[in-house]
């Protein structure tokens, strides 16, 4: 990346859903369950043809990855922060969650929000049944925020291209 800043604007509703998202997620990947599929999603088999070789790398990997995954996701939830205080939706008054909050990404915290959105959209796939390009959601109001997180993902990427 680009020593370049980029400039992310948010309303605080938006901050303050993403950071409760973004516990949610650290909790997930805190646990390590290897038997919660979105924790395997994390944590692709390397060798899909060989069971033997593919629990032998995550076991090697596994640790390393998701600890990463947690710091970066700190590194998130720490720009959101105002007044150095995690967000609550439920404080935000009307006038409140329409304001804004803007964060200035390093290119060092770039690289975490990309690294963090990415597997949060992983994660919310897993739960959702997602499995390729087409999905309509069925009315699930979870679907939005999917897309929602994969819109922001998208809006990042653009601007560390332009």
């Known amino acids: ?22 516990a949610q997620f650290e909790e997930v990947v805190a646990e390590r369950d290897a038997r919660d599929p979105a924790v395997r999603r994390l944590v692709p088999d390397a060798y899909r043809d060989d069971a033997d070789a593919a629990a032998e790398f995550r076991r090697l990997t596994q640790d390393d990855i998701l600890e990463r995954r947690l710091t970066d996701t700190g590194v998130v939830r720490a720009s959101l922060r105002r007044d150095g205080r995690d967000l609550d939706p439920a404080e935000l008054d009307r006038t409140q969650a329409e304001d804004a909050l803007v964060v200035e990404l390093t290119p060092e915290v770039a690289g975490a929000w990309l690294r963090t959105l990415a597997a949060l959209r992983l994660v919310l796939a897993e739960r959702l049944g997602v499995t390729g390009e087409d999905h309509d959601g069925d009315g699930d109001p979870r679907f939005g925020v999917y897309e929602w997180v994969g819109y922001r993902l998208d809006v990042l990427v653009r601007a560390l291209d332009g």
């Open 1 to 22: 990346m680009t020593g370049r800043r980029i400039t992310l604007e948010l309303t605080l509703l938006e901050a303050a859903h993403l950071s409760d998202l973004l």
